[in-house]
């Protein structure tokens, strides 16, 4: 394996465009090449073994190396690799899954669209979105509200209605129809209030830009429970309370983005439970096949549900691969085993509380680490100039970047989103394998704080 890493290394920099990547400056150091998984560990063709805290790009809940779920697509395969669900057909994986997902999920959502990514799941919410109120009998009601430092994707829906401003930068987003409001991220914009205090105010941003725009234009309010691209920004408990009432007030459909959220990664099956409110509508994708093979879905609430299929017509919109076979074959064993194996369950009683303990414990002794904060197995902290100040690094995203590396090098995966550094392991880590992971991170902020913020020698 090891002599092969230099011939993949050119081939990649030869013929690969990286996602969310600078090409050049990447083929300058070359990519680090992964080529086997079990558990939370990944293997690079060098030998080296790491801990993937960040469960790859939060989607693995189960785990790496289930050959269950091989063995599951392989079946599906050979009996039926693929046909559509568009015209009048469907299939018994399809069905089954479905009705699997209208057990998982909270009481009166009973309809689920299929799509292959998180990015889909989005566009499709849009579209639906906006159909709905056009087959009800609205069709002014148009325009979704977003937040800033809200991720929801790539394609042109998904880049739109979050709020990252480095992707709206590129390709004139968003497109016209998409707002955006300020996120509730309490260290930052709350400082002279109580995180209850600011949890009302930062909902009634949200009423503030219905006004702006007016309630009979605005179709839905859009929201990750909890921010994960954006940094792990988890809501004060007032936040999402508040915001289901205004959008009851004003006739707006909720909508909640649980790609990552969903499936177990807080401990609840959706984030939204976690603050007791009732979306319209969740997207999905991520921990729906644990990242096993592409396929993500839009939940759709009874209200919404019977506006389509009563008033709706035809949807025009759909993708090759909505329902496939295959990937809702894998799904339905992965979903089945975060259930019936108490995965989920166990993050929510055991393991979550642990990490969540630990966590804190690990990482509040630190100068330069503020925020420290999590539910579930999803978890962050802020790195910062001045604790008693609550002052941010100036040049917003150095010092995380500089952190991230420090991780590299020592084989953790933990990402940096700006200046917070956040983490979401498969959600079958072990307390073992949390101490472990927990510890490697230490010394890695260790070092950080003692090289990088004041300059001592490595
Ligand atoms: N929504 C949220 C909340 C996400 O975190 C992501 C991906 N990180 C997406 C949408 C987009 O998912 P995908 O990359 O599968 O298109």
Redo the contacts with the bound molecule.
Sequence with gaps: MKQNTEAWRALDAAHHLHPFSDTKGLNAQGARVITRAEGIYLWDSEGNQIIDGMAG??CVNIGYGRKDLAEVAKRQMEELAYYNTFFKTTNPQVAELSKLLAEVAPEGFEHVFYTN???ES?DTMIRMVRHYWSSVGKPEKKVLIGRWNG????TIG?ASMGGMTYMHEQGDLPIPGIVHVEQPWYYKHGKDMTPEEFGLAAARWIEDKILEVGADKVAAFVG?PIQ??GGVIIPPATYWPEVERICRKYDILMVC?E??CGFGRTGQWFGHELYGVKPDLFTT??GLSSGYLPI?AVFVGERVAQGLIEHGGDFNHGFTYSGHPVCCAVARANVTALRDEGIVARVREETGPYMQAKWRETFGQFDHVDDVRGVGLIQAFTLVKDKQKRELFDNWGTMGLACRDIFFRENLIMRACGDHIVAAPPLVISKREIDEMLGRAARCVEEFERVVVRGQPG
Excluded: M, P, R, T
């Design positions: 790009l939060w990514s998180g990015s989005v991720y929801h994707g790539s998904g990750e994960g691209a983005d790609v990552i994708a991520k993500g």
